[in-house]
């Protein structure tokens, strides 16, 4: 079935870096994407990746996609407490369905 | 543009009330989404429009949920004789479907308690 999971919780320091995990069921998948959500607020489109790329980088987002694994990762550089967030990451079950299957969410928790 | 906008962003209602809420999607956007958030989980889908079609339902979508999209540019989400189970949070997102990548962008969120 169509699943997507991550972990839950996640602390590092002002400064340092942090990597989010994700993994997805569906192998159809054409795009992967990551989300941002601050507390009370919608969610927000960090970067995607396409299926056929096995990297992505944009500023101090990378990501990071083992196909074969059905893996895909998210490093933020240099953490900022502003980036303290819940980041989903989020699949298409199929190439031919608009809708999105979203993780539960990681909370990053970024200290000064 | 503003980006994606919903309204109202609180409501509060007695169980058995029916409401409603608006989704005003990014000007240029075909694609129009309906998803429930509810606390400690990730966004579920509900439902999605193209142009004013309805092209796919979850089974979440039960009777007392109807979405319409009548001239394909806003939408609404009706739910009827609410129940307490039905308090969450209500996202709207739009695409574009002539982006490759078709990302959704969201809205604000409705969030909805049933007392």
């Known amino acids: 079935g169509e699943d997507v999971e991550q972990s839950l919780f996640l602390s590092v320091r002002e400064g340092d870096s942090s990597v989010i995990n994700c993994t997805y069921t569906d192998s159809s998948s054409t795009y992967l994407y990551w989300y941002k959500q601050e507390p009370g607020a919608g969610l927000q489109l960090l970067t995607y990746i396409f299926s056929n790329m096995d990297m992505k980088q944009d500023q101090r987002l990378t990501v990071l996609l083992n196909k074969k694994d059905k893996h895909l990762s998210l490093r933020i550089a240099d953490n900022q407490t502003g980036d303290s967030a819940i980041y989903f990451c989020?699949?298409?079950?199929?190439?031919?369905?608009?809708?999105?299957?979203f993780g539960q969410g990681t909370t990053l928790q970024v200290k000064p | 543009d503003t980006g994606v906008s919903q309204d109202p962003r609180h409501k509060i209602t007695k169980r058995g009330q029916n409401v409603t809420f608006r989704c005003d999607p990014i000007?240029?956007?075909?694609?129009l989404y309906w998803y429930r958030q509810t606390l400690g989980q990730g966004p579920e889908f509900l439902t999605y429009f193209q142009n004013e079609a309805q092209l796919e339902k979850s089974r979440l979508l039960s009777d007392r949920f109807s979405a319409e999209r009548p001239k394909g540019s806003f939408s609404t989400l009706e739910i009827q004789r609410t129940e307490q189970g039905d308090s969450a949070m209500y996202l709207c997102?739009?695409?574009?479907?002539?982006?490759?990548?078709?990302?959704?962008?969201f809205g604000p969120g409705t969030r909805l308690t049933v007392t």
């Open positions: 989020a699949s298409p079950p199929s190439s031919n369905t608009g809708k999105l299957i």
């Open positions: 997102a739009s695409s574009a479907q002539t982006a490759e990548s078709y990302e959704q962008y």
């Open positions: 000007s240029e956007h075909n694609r």
